[in-house]
């Protein structure tokens, strides 16, 4: 089954282009979706699974995680807390959705190390959307209602914990342009420019 995966700077409006690719191709989305699924099967909440996800873990929760391994059933709790699915599991079970779901039609799949996950798959097409700084800035002024400089901060912290995830667990760099067929800057083409191009592209390679 043929697939687009978008990996995204944030603030380039990723999301919103492949929103805009799914619609014209009409292919299924898997976004929010993904992260609705991870947080059923591992019985926690979306938000949960959304704070988790695209980063490191913390020292607690390696420490956590490496004690629930090393002895569950001698150890099942770590103060009187049940011990969260580890980040791997997490990235286990997110692996598992998307392959189940690209094999249940076209799939546009958004962030989570798709472009890694499926590498090796030859009706993959993987795209990377990027944009200058001062545009990541603007988005998070806009969306968020920061200030410029508490934006930057926000942007260049989430961007470097996409960045450490992919390496953590793909030991690839993000922002390498091999891992991707198409790198498109958003700030450029606008996002309805983007999603134009990118769906063309998809058009012509998978027909």
Not at 79 to 101: C, F, H, L, Y
Not at 126 to 146: E, K, M, Q, W
Request: proline residues 4%; contains cysteine.
């Amino acid at each position: 089954m043929p697939i687009v995966t978008i990996s995204r700077q944030y603030g380039s409006g990723g999301s919103e282009v492949a929103e805009r690719v799914a619609r014209a191709l009409g292919w299924h989305l898997y976004d929010n979706a993904v992260v609705d699924e991870v947080a059923s099967r591992l019985g926690m909440t979306s938000a949960e699974v959304s704070a988790r996800e695209e980063r490191l873990p913390s020292l607690g929760e390696r420490l956590a995680s490496a004690i629930s391994l090393s002895a569950p059933e001698v150890m099942p709790t770590v103060g009187d807390v049940a011990v969260p699915p580890s980040e791997e599991r997490i990235v286990a079970v997110t692996q598992r959705v998307m392959e189940e779901a690209v094999a249940s039609g076209p799939a546009v799949i958004v962030g989570r190390g798709a472009q890694c996950m499926l590498a090796m798959r030859g009706d993959a097409l993987h795209v990377f959307c990027y944009a200058p700084l001062r545009a990541l800035i603007a988005y998070d002024v806009t969306n968020r209602g920061s200030k410029p400089d508490e934006a930057r901060k926000h942007v260049i912290e989430v961007n470097a914990r996409r960045e450490e995830y992919v390496t953590r667990h793909w030991k690839r760099d993000w922002r390498d342009v091999s891992n991707y067929h198409v790198c498109v800057n958003t700030a450029w083409l606008g996002l309805d420019g983007a999603a134009e191009l990118v769906t063309r592209i998809a058009e012509e390679r998978f027909g």
